[in-house]
């Protein structure tokens, strides 16, 4: 084929590009060197757009294994020889064109990059956004597919591999009508001492292909994610890879198998975008080495596929590991056992390239560290977007106050982003491997770690902890990040880390997801920019360094660029098992208090979308260091365990973290009577404002007198809001009294979704 | 008493199983690999949740042929204890050792939650140790629980008090809400939800703890 202009343009590759290609090679690169740049150079292997940007995270601290962007996934210390690998990615587009097996393959590539480190995965997660799903129009009726698809495929694959999904959000919001965001992520647990790198060392030690055959599926399933949907999208099918969780299962055992025996594995990494391509020229890259292979020898599904496909397929399920020269036999003892065939198709070289042969011809030649690590890099220009500073001007007062606001909660309570989840958890296997101590449904996951788990292939020894407690969350507002990107990424971070600590846990270290537009366009770019500053800068706030991620950009329907929206994952640390604290009111007669202060902001808010069909204003402010002392506050109080409930306040404000903590244990509903009439303010900010920094605590008598001492020692706003019992939620405002049966608002929560979905 | 927990390409509770018969009941338990021909040393066999040989074709339709399972059914002729949990039941039926089949839930969809199990008869080794009557709080997890069989084959577990298990609320459509039957020797028991799920405090219950004492119980009176 020869390589025109045409052909360099659909490969995505600008003029210039192409000319730094020619200079790497000193000649013209062919057509199977062309495809492997273009996906290797493509945003999504080589964050030639992001890289600037994403170094002004903190990435490093102490406890830090391995950083962001050293490997597969990023992994933390915690304690007595034990770490944690975790990471989250997008799988938005394909999860556009191809619902059920774009989510599905978004979680096997996901859980591929945690077993790849060595770690076996203990839980899933997942963010998931979509446009609206209530109504008769046909794109509601689109999103409703989407929807169910995309969480029938990341059941299909969590649930068959084994491999509890704990938790994770869902938002519905018109900007992401025809392009729904998927960000899957993988937790798991590994030894110091058991972590593998993706690195290939050791001239002459064999490269050995392990997994699924490589077929057409996918192809540059990479390049394809590094581009805006159009309406010609579903044409990319085939860019969409098929899941085969069995496989992978298979794959987790035995790859693990070889990796525990002393000796045998070099370096490992797995076959995910950019497939042969990216894991060839890396580990080569990070080896220092080269590598060679022969695709006459790699396994395929079908005859007559070209250098071109084989390299740039994204088949799914596939690992490269790179063994220890003569060990090779017990490999492929352990894969034959798990009715795997390990097949070595190349070697370790030392002279720095990636060398791809058919037979004896070469296919291609290039130097591996160059293609892995030389992307070119762009400095994108921003532009603050006009509708940020229209949508800053706007005044509270323009929303004429509601003269009855009894109706308001069981609307926001119904409201899918609010509703409970159900529907999409109860479809996840939540509970195997026997750790779920906190089910979906509460401000954040609890696992419980079985350390003498003989499939962690350690056993702990007399005097070691036989168990660890972690929590795990995940948020992001795409409404305010819309707003004011940079508040909005502080929130996210600030709002993971409150969800933690309302937990009991001490936050320790977050994975992100950046979902963008087109980052071309200033604007975009700019939200991109500030989002990042944001996230940072509440990274810093809550010492809480990043340790990996994922870059999505492109994520434009037809219409507009969806609302920026950076998925922060994070992980904390519980203590003690005694600390876990759940959001639902446990019992009557308990003291129910706001910490932090009542505030009145609606910018943003739910209610103004639901309620007055707004998208404007200015979010909430958030103030990291007050957050800081709240956080600091509440996990001193779990601690001290005078706290029975804890419930972070979000969408839907004060109203809803109430309803919320009466019914969101169906064994256990308890209502409440609390007052708010002391706020002067509109009732409607005071009941569905979100301000940030606030928790709704339920505590015995005597231990709301001692938070409330404590809190008026450290300076923090809190106030006594009532008390815990009866069937109804009972709320007096300056403008009369709400009054709702706690089962009504349960079964308005608890069914809303199951209703749009099941009707 | 001797546990053995078979394991197949694709189980994935046989974990859970060890963790609560290992370290929660401290009983001597080891793995049997699914091409292994023999059971070695046991008294009780868990045929463990999952999804053995990836569930393609039918839910434990492959695993049956399994050599590790022409052992299991020798075992269960000889009158030795089995249990099968979720994909385990499924297995059994596959395998002819219990009767019926599990097809698709009503819904259409997996679910995974906690239900309640009324406990129907303590006459087996499964439940003596429970009460008749007893509720029991343990998880579901499965998108093909559905029990199904002739009339007359329910009409005969019935009268020969087999059903072992009832759901207080049918989550899945199973014909007369049947979550765990027995053969006819009371030896061999399959049950949809997951006892060693709920066998901590810190899970959420300790309800399943109930069927794992009644086979501790009957290794006493055997």
Known sequence: MNITPEVIAKHGITPDEYERIKQILGREPNITELGIFSVMWSEHCSYKNSKPELKK?????????????????????????????????????????????????????????????????????????????????????????????????????????????????????????????????????????????????????????????????????????????????????????????????????????????????????????????????????????????????????????????????????????????????????????????????????????????????????????????????????????????????????????????????????????????????????????????VVPGSDAAVIRINLKRPDFGYTPKKGEPTEKYIAFTTDCNGAYCYLDPYEGGKTAVAEAARNLVCSGARPLAVTDCLNFGNPMDPHIFWQFRRCVDGL????????????????????????????????????????????????????????????????????????????????????????????????????????KRWVASAHDCSEGGLAVALAESCVSNGDCMVGARVNVSQFKQRVDATLFGESQNRIVISATKTNADKIMKAAAKTGLPVTKLGATGGRTLKINTAKGELSYEVAKLRDLWWNAITRIMER | MKFAIIQFPGSNCDQDCYHALANVFGQPTHYVWHKETSLGDVDCVVVPGGFSYGDYLRTGAIARFSPAMKAVADHAKAGGLVIGICNGFQILCEAHLLPGALIRNRSLKFICEHVELRVETTDSPFTNACKKGQVLRIPIAHGEGCYFAEPEVIEQLKREDRVLVRYVNNPNGSVDNIAGICNEGRNVFGMMPHPERASEKILGSEDGKCIFKSILRSAVTV
């Open chain 1, 536 to 639: 940072s800068e509440g990274c810093r706030a809550f010492g809480t360094p990043v340790t990996g991620g994922n870059v999505s950009f492109y994520n434009e329907s037809p219409v507009a660029a969806i609302d920026p929206t950076p998925t922060v994952g994070m992980l904390g640390l519980i203590d003690d098992p005694k600390h876990i604290t759940t959001q639902w009111f446990k019992e009557s007669g308990h003291v129910i208090l706001l910490l932090g202060d009542i505030g009145d902001e609606l910018g943003g808010s739910e209610y103004l979308k639901r309620i007055h069909g707004l998208k404007t204003g200015k979010p909430p402010r958030m103030d990291l260091a007050v957050a800081k002392r709240t956080h600091d506050f509440v996990l001193e109080i779990i601690k």
């Open chain 1, 57 to 437: 995270f903190p990435r490093e601290a102490d406890f830090i294994l391995v950083k962001a962007g050293e490997e597969n996934a990023g992994i933390v210390d915690v304690g007595d020889g034990w770490a944690i690998a975790f990471k989250i990615e997008s799988h938005n587009h394909p999860s556009a064109v191809e619902p059920f097996q774009g989510a599905a393959t978004g979680m096997g590539g996901i859980i591929r990059d945690i077993f790849t480190m060595g770690s076996r995965p203990l839980m899933g997660f997942d963010s998931l956004r979509f446009g609206p799903i209530e109504g008769d129009s046909a794109q509601a009726a689109t999103n409703r597919r989407l929807f169910a698809g995309v969480v029938a495929g990341i059941a299909h694959y969590g649930n068959c591999i084994g491999i509890p999904t704990v938790g994770g959000e869902v938002y519905f919001d018109e900007s992401y009508n025809g392009n729904p965001l998927v960000n899957a992520l993988c937790l798991g647990i590994i030894r110091h001492d058991q972590i593998k790198r993706g690195c290939a060392k050791g001239v002459g030690n064999p490269v050995i292909y392990v997994g699924s055959a490589t077929g057409k599926d996918g192809l540059a399933g990479a390049a394809f994610a590094s581009r805006e949907l159009t309406e010609e999208s579903h044409e990319d099918r085939p860019a969409v890879q098929v899941g085969d969780p069995f496989m992978e299962k298979l794959l987790l055992e035995a790859c693990l198998e070889v990796m525990r025996k002393n000796g045998l594995v070099v370096g490992i990494q797995d076959m995910g975008a950019a497939g042969l391509t990216c894991s060839t020229c890396e580990t080569a890259s990070r080896g220092g080495s080269g590598n060679e292979i022969d695709l006459n020898l790699v396994p395929k599904r079908e005859t007559g596929m070209t250098p071109y496909e084989i390299m740039l397929s994204e088949s799914q399920e596939r690992m490269l590991l790179i063994a220890n020269k003569g060990r090779e036999k017990e490999v492929e003892e352990i894969f034959r056992k798990w009715d795997l065939h390990g097949v070595t198709i190349g070697k370790v070289t030392n002279d720095g390239m990636m060398r791809i042969k058919v037979g004896k011809e070469i296919a291609a030649e290039i130097p591996a560290a160059k293609l892995a690590d030389d992307a070119p890099v762009y400095h994108r220009s921003v532009e603050q977007p006009e509708w940020e500073i229209r949508n800053s001007k706007f005044e509270t007062r323009s929303v004429r106050e509601p003269r009855n606001c009894q109706t308001i909660l069981p609307k926001l309570l119904a409201s899918p982003t609010i509703a409970s989840k159900n529907w999409v958890y109860r479809q996840y296997d939540h509970m195997v491997q026997d750790g779920t101590a």
